[in-house]
């Protein structure tokens, strides 16, 4: 899946340092995945993303201590990073 509009992870761990190496990681596992189907996130997700509509999906990163919420484009297989924030913010 090709990853769009990464500069707002970038951006989220230059001001929150201990997010940077679980952004990354759900980086890593979003931008290598092959497979392009709700039930492949949930496979690869388990109980932290959550289904939030029109292709919308929110995972907790770091614990649950940071929120990630993105628009999946499976067709084209390409999602797009809409916020990304500390859990309270949400």
Do not use: C
Request: glycine residues 6%.
């Amino acid at each position: 899946m090709q990853v769009i509009a990464k500069r707002p992870l970038k951006q989220f761990w230059e001001r929150h340092p201990r997010a940077e190496i679980p952004l990354k990681n759900w980086y890593q596992v979003v931008d290598k995945a092959s497979r392009n189907t709700p039930a492949d996130v949930k496979r690869m997700f388990g109980t932290t993303v959550d289904f939030i509509g029109d292709n919308r999906r929110i995972f907790d990163i770091g614990g649950n201590k940071y929120r990630l919420a993105v628009h999946v484009a499976y067709a084209f297989k390409r999602v797009l990073i809409k916020f990304v924030g500390k859990h309270v913010q949400v």
